[in-house]
């Protein structure tokens, strides 16, 4: 069964980061909300606070398959200002584990010169940052074990597209027509 932690710092994007969530949990991953903050609760950009189910510190790298980035000002800035979870994104890269972000998220994994010669998005608003990248207009992105989507319209997408690396494409489409998504 696969591992998916899925990060938050004060600011996250509430409709990104609880829309994968709740996707991967329906197909039966397991999908831990983790706090950056040092706090079991965080507040989102449009102030809904989340309970966290763990600290990063609470966290077995070991066991994670994909380390997931959600968006939202200030919380993208936060979370690429958190050292510790940049140290496990550079070190899941480097060993071709997955990594995603989403909306202004996949500017991270630009600054950090991974998507060079990539395909990848983002928000309109932060694709200068995706350094070296083939910036694509797509709701998501696959390249290898990196994948980006731009934003809060695009979160079911982004979820699927997880689930799909995960789980596969059977699993993947069999959790499109239980929410009914036709894009």
Same mark, same amino acid.
Do not use: W
């Given at each position: 069964?696969?591992?998916? +932690?899925?990060?938050? +710092?004060?600011?996250?994007?509430? &409709? !990104?980061?609880?829309?994968? $969530? /709740?996707?991967?949990?329906?197909a039966g991953i397991t999908a831990d909300m983790v706090s950056v903050t040092g706090e079991r609760?965080?507040?989102?950009?449009?102030? &809904?606070? $989340?309970?966290?189910?763990?600290?990063?510190?609470?966290?077995?790298?070991?066991?994670?398959?994909?380390?997931? @980035?959600?968006?939202?000002? *200030?919380?993208?800035?936060?979370? !690429?200002?958190? !050292? *510790?979870?940049?140290?496990?994104?550079?070190?899941?890269? %480097?060993?071709?584990?997955?990594?995603?972000?989403?909306?202004? +998220?996949?500017?991270?994994?630009?600054? %950090?010169?991974?998507?060079?010669?990539?395909?990848?998005?983002?928000? *309109?608003?932060? !694709?200068?940052? @995706?350094?070296?990248?083939? $910036?694509?207009?797509?709701?998501?992105?696959?390249?290898?074990?990196?994948?980006?989507?731009?934003?809060?319209?695009?979160?079911?997408?982004?979820? @699927?597209?997880? @689930?799909?690396?995960?789980?596969?494409? /059977?699993?993947?489409?069999?959790?499109?027509?239980?929410?009914?998504?036709?894009?």
């Amino acid at each position: 069964m696969s591992r998916a +932690a899925i990060f938050f +710092a004060t600011g996250f994007e509430e &409709i !990104e980061a609880l829309t994968v $969530v /709740d996707i991967l949990r329906r197909a039966g991953i397991t999908a831990d909300m983790v706090s950056v903050t040092g706090e079991r609760a965080v507040t989102g950009s449009h102030k &809904i606070t $989340v309970r966290m189910d763990k600290l990063f510190d609470e966290v077995d790298f070991n066991e994670t398959d994909i380390i997931i @980035l959600p968006g939202g000002m *200030p919380g993208t800035t936060n979370l !690429e200002a958190y !050292e *510790p979870l940049m140290d496990q994104v550079d070190d899941f890269y %480097r060993n071709g584990k997955y990594i995603a972000a989403i909306c202004a +998220a996949p500017s991270i994994f630009g600054h %950090r010169g991974m998507l060079k010669g990539r395909k990848a998005c983002s928000n *309109p608003g932060f !694709e200068s940052h @995706l350094e070296g990248a083939d $910036v694509k207009q797509e709701k998501a992105v696959v390249d290898g074990h990196v994948i980006t989507s731009r934003g809060m319209g695009t979160a079911i997408a982004f979820g @699927l597209a997880i @689930l799909e690396q995960l789980s596969g494409t /059977d699993a993947a489409m069999q959790m499109r027509a239980k929410l009914v998504y036709n894009d």
